[in-house]
Nanobody, 127 residues
Framework: QVQVAESGGGSVQPGGSLRLSCVASEFDDYGYHTYCMGWFRQFPGKERERVAIGDSDGRPIYAQSAKGRFTVGQENAKNTLYLQMTDLKPEDTAMYYC??????????????????WGQGTQVTISS
């Protein structure tokens, strides 16, 4: 069973920063390397949307909404991915999820169906 675990959520004021961390099992249930990891978020009443994904070679791909304020990268250990968020805004308030997969899918539905997901961590931006 692939394990994916997020940490680092919480409440901050607008303009603040947060760093989320994720660690995932190195191999999936079929023995394939979980090559790609990603951060997604879900606003209340909305579908989950991609924030950024990164492969094991450290090449990030950002959604337009994340460019400029969010950065992803690997921690020191394998199969980890952090999400550094700066200049946070109230509209960034959401549940943030980490996912791992053996491929960096370009389609979010493929992530939904084929990725391995954590339980999520709440991020709240409020004054």
């Amino acid at each position: 069973q692939v394990q994916v675990a997020e940490s680092g959520g919480g409440s901050v004021q607008p303009g603040g920063s947060l760093r989320l961390s994720c660690v995932a099992s190195e191999f999936d249930d079929y023995g394939y390397h979980t090559y790609c990891m990603g951060w997604f978020r879900q606003f209340p009443g909305k579908e989950r949307e991609r924030v950024a994904i990164g492969d094991s070679d450290g090449r990030p791909i950002y959604a337009q909404s994340a460019k400029g304020r969010f950065t992803v990268g690997q921690e020191n250990a394998k199969n980890t991915l952090y999400l550094q968020m700066t200049d946070l805004k109230p509209e960034d308030t959401a549940m943030y999820y980490c996912a791992a997969a053996n491929h960096c899918y370009s389609n979010d539905k493929d992530w939904d169906n084929l990725g391995y997901w954590g339980q999520g961590t709440q991020v709240t931006i409020s004054s």
